[in-house]
């Protein structure tokens, strides 16, 4: 019964593919995020749904593209895989309101060769 | 824009010892705070958190207090233990920002036996 699931937890793929993450949450949670973690282990936000709704969309290479059929699951679909794009890439989900949790799933390593 | 800055790492220390943890943050508004912590493979956890000026944090003996008048946020713990090693990260969380936590850079701990 994980709260925020990830898979897969590891991707290794080479240049140039096409690859999807999916994130599930079964904490009713209306808000749900993707996180980027680099090398360094900073955590950078890339986007931000909230029921099923766009909300938030850093600056993200077009290439990264976010799906929510609902508002318990929030996929993330990459295209021609850059060497760049490795890293451990997080989901989250939170309720809405001053002060939540937000509460992070496994996260995903991805490396590319 | 907001920002969260955290005393650089890594920090090692050996067991019993006493753990500070710096942060600091600027931000448009009245933000929450918050430490997560990282442990070697998983995802970020909520540590602690304060959503009002001189409110104090506290879970697993670590404790923080919100600092308004210095935008301070500073973790501490009076003795750590080698279970405690571990990422860090301070975070703000303002409503206005799409509900988005805005973290520091983490701090990687080291406690030795």
């Known amino acids: 019964d994980t709260a925020v699931s990830q898979t897969p937890k590891y991707l290794v793929t080479q240049m140039g593919n096409d690859k999807s993450i999916k994130c599930e949450q079964n904490?009713?949670?209306?808000?749900m995020y993707w996180y980027k973690q680099d090398s360094k282990k900073f955590l950078k936000i890339m986007f931000s749904?909230?029921?099923?709704?766009?909300?938030i969309n850093e600056t993200v290479p077009n290439r990264f593209s976010p799906k929510s059929p609902d508002k318990a699951h929030l996929n993330l679909h990459i295209n021609s895989l850059e060497l760049g794009d490795s890293a451990v890439y997080f989901c989250?989900?939170?309720?809405?309101?001053?002060?939540?949790?937000?509460?992070f799933g496994q996260g995903t390593r991805l490396t590319v060769v | 824009g907001n920002s969260v800055t955290q005393m650089e790492g890594p920090v090692t220390l050996s067991e019993e010892a006493f753990l500070t943890i710096n942060c600091t943050y600027t931000?448009?508004?009245?933000?929450?705070l918050f430490w997560y912590v990282q442990y070697p493979g998983e995802g970020l956890q909520l540590l602690l958190k304060?959503?009002?000026?001189?409110d104090k944090g506290s879970n697993k003996g670590f404790e923080a207090t919100y600092r308004k008048e210095t935008t301070s946020f500073h973790l501490e713990k009076g003795s750590v233990q080698v279970s405690d090693s571990a990422v860090y990260f301070c975070?703000?969380?303002?409503?206005?920002?799409?509900?988005?936590?805005?973290f520091g850079e983490g701090t990687q701990l080291t406690v030795n036996p």
């Open positions: 749904y909230n029921n099923k709704e766009l909300i």
């Open positions: 975070a703000i969380h303002l409503e206005t920002s799409g509900s988005r936590l805005t």
């Open positions: 904490l009713g949670h209306d808000t």
């Open positions: 989250a989900s939170s309720q809405p309101g001053r002060a939540t949790e937000a509460f």
């Open positions: 304060a959503t009002k000026a001189d």
């Open positions: 931000a448009t508004g009245y933000p929450s």
